[in-house]
């Protein structure tokens, strides 16, 4: 793939990478806000202004925790069109693009590096937009652009890349010049930090593609530009103190949180032959994962030979074809804060984890696919001299194809999780917001077998009886639902809502003692409920509690002195007082 050195090469770049995100993605501005997007944005007031939007709220829920640079971003969302939620996708887009033209940048200069320059002076621009490209446009990455809350994996990729692009400029300048890029790179690096924590090896992969690409040793590279590496890692202090304040990111990510740090080691072999599955064949993609974890090795045996096998050829492979070996360098270290030991215990595997380290695997394959063109006999490809350019439009066509045909999935809450629900049946959460998602969309019935489903399978959790058990009420199966409400107030007893449903239920079914406790423990955690005082009062007149009835209505009528149903009920109960004995 010949290229040029035009001044104009970088627009051009750009102007190409556009076009094949917008090809890609047209289809995806209209998709609503899903799964996280909720906390995170729909009810996060926050949002609404500068000053609030850079503290730390945990009640947006653990994707911005941690993070001000995401936050921001999604402010100045708001700032300029509110909730339309056509805006946040256009920025998810446009940085993306961004994130692409980086790539492209970064990629072409590590091809034009002094070990290489000589072999790629001509193909660097054409191999390294064919990398941006297909990296774009694939499939794999839909849930980093189309998912809106997953804007950090797109932000923290960009300045990522940013990072290491600024150090190859910093190695190729001198003087003055070099330590403006090497700011760029420590401003970068912090900012990274501040959108995902992954960026945190970003230093080390920047060192070792320094001595890869532009060092011939190690004392050389320490003597040339280690004051830019300490400041690079002191980024990681700035990271350690967001990760506090976040209290391990609202205790989702870290050990002592329910997870064993090996159960989740021994099932990323797993995902990471999945993630590698997806970049050749991007078929079954899935929005979550769920709770998957191994328990015995046996599960995982063949993944690990596997991963195994591949760590050990990126090894030889830095020790006798550096440039090589760094790919896979490039996919196992930026991949290594979520797929290693460190559990996150909301999900153990996620395909947006291979946002950036994508970019390695298709690095190898392009220049693979290159030396095996130049293989080929000198008359055959100067006859055909089209054919890279052919196969890679074919390719980046159908990857093109593919992302829009899944950016369908994202355009409403009941397409995305009745694909998460048909691609990982064994998912319980999947099951939950399908069930979710079908009573929204006024199919109860269908409702139902989700909410089965998902408190069918392990783990268990109380939220998934509710539902169930309300939709049950519904349909008038009340000792079902009953059951449900029991079961999931076993899981969690301190929902008073859950307590109040299950009062009115055995209530109905003449069960009145038993009513009359469940909104006790109510009103107990919850005793600001009118409502729930009016209610409690009914029950207990119909023991023949008149006093503690009384006691009720007139706690009602002191939260809400116009509930008139209470001023009614309490004037019948003191007009009628209970006869004496005969």
């Not at 760029?184 to 920047?206: F, H, R």
């Not at 290594?336 to 994508?358: F, N």
């Not at 994202?410 to 069930?435: C, F, K, M, T």
């Amino acid at each position: 793939m010949t290229g040029f050195s035009a001044p104009g090469a970088p627009l051009a770049a750009l102007a190409l990478l556009a076009l094949g995100a917008l090809f890609a993605y047209h289809n995806s501005f209209d998709g609503r806000f899903l799964f996280d997007d909720r906390s995170a944005i729909l009810e996060n007031p926050d949002l609404r202004h500068l000053a609030t939007t850079l503290r730390e709220n945990p009640g947006a829920g653990p994707t911005l925790v941690g993070r001000p640079v995401l936050r921001l971003s999604l402010w100045i969302n708001y700032a300029l069109g509110g909730l339309a939620v056509r805006g946040y996708h256009v920025l998810n887009l446009l940085l993306h693009v961004l994130a692409a033209w980086t790539l492209w940048a970064l990629a072409r200069r590590l091809l034009e590096s002094p070990g290489l320059r000589g072999r790629y002076r001509e193909t660097a621009f054409g191999l390294a937009l064919a990398i941006a490209l297909i990296w774009t446009v694939h499939p794999l990455q839909t849930e980093s652009v189309s998912y809106v809350v997953q804007r950090a994996e797109i932000l923290g990729g960009l300045f990522y890349l940013l990072t290491l692009y600024s150090v190859t400029r910093c190695a190729s300048a001198g003087g003055r010049g070099s330590g403006v890029w090497g700011l760029l790179a420590v401003a970068s690096c912090l900012a990274g930090v501040a959108s995902k924590e992954t960026v945190a090896t970003a230093p080390l992969l920047a060192l070792a593609m320094d001595r890869v690409f532009f060092e011939p040793s190690w004392r050389r590279l320490w003597q040339a530009r280690r004051g830019l590496y300490l400041a690079l890692c002191s980024t990681w202090i700035v990271l350690a103190l967001l990760m506090r304040i976040s209290s391990r990111r609202l205790g989702s990510a870290g050990f002592g949180l329910g997870m064993h740090w090996w159960e989740y080691a021994l099932t990323q072999p797993y995902f990471i032959c999945r993630y590698l599955g997806l970049s050749l064949f991007p078929s079954t993609l899935t929005l979550d994962y769920g709770f998957y974890l191994a328990r015995t090795f046996g599960e995982v045996a063949p993944y690990a030979a596997l991963v195994l096998l591949l760590l050990t050829l990126t090894v030889v492979g830095l020790w006798l074809a550096p440039p090589l070996g760094f790919c896979g360098l490039w996919f196992f270290l930026i991949l290594a804060p979520t797929s290693s030991v460190v559990p996150l215990v909301t999900q153990t595997g996620a395909e947006h984890r291979m946002y950036l380290p994508l970019a390695g695997l298709i690095a190898l394959g392009v220049v693979a696919g290159e030396a095996l063109w130049l293989r080929a006999p000198p008359g055959l490809r100067t006859r055909f001299w089209g054919v890279p350019w052919l196969v890679l439009v074919s390719l980046v066509a159908a990857l093109g194809v593919r992302t829009v045909q899944r950016n369908e999935d994202y355009r409403s809450e009941l397409s995305i999780w009745q694909s998460v629900a048909n691609d990982w049946p064994s998912n319980p959460r999947a099951h939950y917001n399908l069930g979710i998602a079908l009573a929204n969309a006024g199919r109860p019935r269908e409702a139902i077998l989700q909410y089965e489903e998902a408190v069918r399978l392990p783990p268990d959790a109380p939220d998934p009886h509710f539902n169930l058990a309300s939709l049950l009420a519904s349909a008038g199966r009340a000792s079902e639902a009953i059951h449900q409400y029991e079961e999931g107030l076993r899981l969690e007893p301190d929902s008073a809502e859950a307590h109040f449903n299950l009062g009115n239920l055995l209530a109905g079914t003449a069960r009145v003692p038993q009513a009359i406790a469940h909104y006790e423990e109510g009103l107990r955690l919850e005793p600001d409920s009118a409502e729930a005082h009016f209610n409690l009062g009914n029950l207990l007149v119909i023991a023949g509690r008149r006093d503690e009835a009384i006691v009720q209505y007139k706690e009602a009528l002191r939260l809400k002195p116009d509930l008139d149903r209470a001023s009614i009920n309490l004037g019948s109960v003191l007009a009628n007082p209970p006869s004496g004995p005969h």
